[in-house]
């Protein structure tokens, strides 16, 4: 009996460490009302990057500051960076040991481009002009080995760019340039190769999914079609990275002319036999309803069932948009998110609208490059008066072969947001979920735990035990997943000391959590 009660309390103790979540590191910042508002780029087990314009001037040149961190959120240095007034930043990367900034020269979509590239040792810096020959609308920037790739358009069809940093020439690669198609990814793989998602609708009886696959120089080395059927439109779509052998293409899809979605489509990709695209209407996920109440989610899914059993669709649509598409080993995760658009927001960014300049400068409260898992300048997300309320985050698990195995559902309190932007993020660890985003001061984390889960908070902890924290900014507070079974944190909190004066008491800070989960 004894040994019993041993091993009961060692399996608990033993599942508490493995589960367990803190805060185990925190930078901070002094901030101004008036200071420009940090940009944070990941750059994986090296650490973070941050800059910001500071709104100084050297010789007619703006300063631009950029600090680098360690993983234990500890500076490694801080350097300035002097740019010409005129210069909007576009664009940002990390690959490989260095930073990529990408400006544009002016306002105009005409203007020539300078990309910066600093090593993140050495804090070499590189500058390399790409001059434009022609109109081309920016909506996707990525770095390869040596070579920085553009998506956009040109006169309203898509077009991909490649400049070449060793040689600086700049070309547009072949097979692009079609009427009444749609660039809806450009991800760079693994393998220093990258692919281009595009939706054909030149015969309207035929539409199709093309995927293709290009090496850094340009040469097209896979190319898949998937046939969309008629009475189905996609919505957006994004491809996986070749982490392991499998490429995988996931998003939503709608009916008729609906800018709302139905549901998530997948495609494995295999140029040798003919792909079909996956269609999973929302109220077969388990988990994708949660946020609503109980007897609308049961109505929902038992529409679902009898619309599977009568081989028609079902009628329920609602605004959500894929954020992230993670490989992990045996599978894939995707995570969508639920959101209730402003009066005067547009889902569709580049199709026939591309929306303002792809500007990263921008007032406080105001980021267009927050998601920047896609690399691009404003994927999803485009300023409105008034504001998006973000409502719910679905993880979707899916098997090696993209067929849906598990899901998870996250409530996110209709969160407001200034844009559409991601909100919520989550890592794979140990075989097991934690799905996270941050709601005022604490994160609220859904973990899985075998076949269970478990919802749980993180308390913000500061580096002063005399200071609390009296107000976060909600409109500036974002969460992302760093490495391994890390996610970082980051926004602006006003800070009062209880030891000191009212008129010391007070002070505005940027700054950045590590949230570890075990």
Known sequence: MLKRLFLLISFWFCTEQLFSQMQTARFERDY?????????????????????????????????????VDTTLQEVWLQEIEI????????????????????????????????????????????YSIKQEIIFKITHFSALDKVA?????????????????QTEKTKLVPGFFVSNSE?????????????ALIIDRTNKQQKKLILKTFDATGALLLEDEMEIENDRTILSGITSTLINDELLVAGTWTLGNSKQASGIFTSLIDPFTKQTLNYYDFGRLNHFLDYMGTKRAAKIKSRSVEAARTGTIPDYKTYAVPMRLEEQAGGFGLLVEVYQPASNFSPYPYYGNFGPPMYAYSPYGYNPF??????????????????????????TILDATG?????????????????????????????????????????????????EVELDTVAAQLNNPTETIRHESTTASYIRNWYKNVFYVWGYQTLRDATKGALEAGRQVFYIHKIEIH
Do not use: C
């Open 32 to 68: 101004k009302n008036s200071d420009n508002e940090f940009i944070v780029i990941s750059l994986q087990q090296e650490g973070l990057a941050l800059i910001r314009d500071k709104d100084k001037f050297k010789e007619g040149k703006k300063l631009w500051e950029l600090i680098r």
């Open 84 to 127: 010409e007034a005129r210069f909007r930043l576009v664009g940002y990367d990390y690959r490989d040991n260095h930073i990529f900034l990408l400006f544009r020269e002016g306002d105009h979509e005409a203007s020539n481009l300078t990309l910066f590239t600093i090593h993140t040792q050495s804090q070499v810096t590189g500058r």
């Open 149 to 165: 790739v553009l998506g956009g358009y040109v006169s309203n069809e898509p077009a991909i760019l490649l400049h070449d940093l």
């Open 183 to 195: 660039l809806l990814d450009l991800r760079v793989n693994t393998n220093n190769t990258f692919n």
């Open 370 to 395: 927050m998601n920047r898992y896609y690399n691009s300048p404003y994927q999803y997300n485009q300023p409105a008066p008034a504001d998006s309320k973000m409502l719910h985050a679905s993880l």
């Open 403 to 451: 067929k849906p195995k598990r899901d998870f559902g996250l409530k996110l309190g209709e969160l407001k947001t200034s844009s559409l932007e991601q909100t919520a993020d989550f890592i794979f660890y140990k075989n097991e979920v934690a799905l996270a985003f941050k709601k005022e001061k604490e994160i609220r984390l859904l973990k899985s735990i075998g076949d």
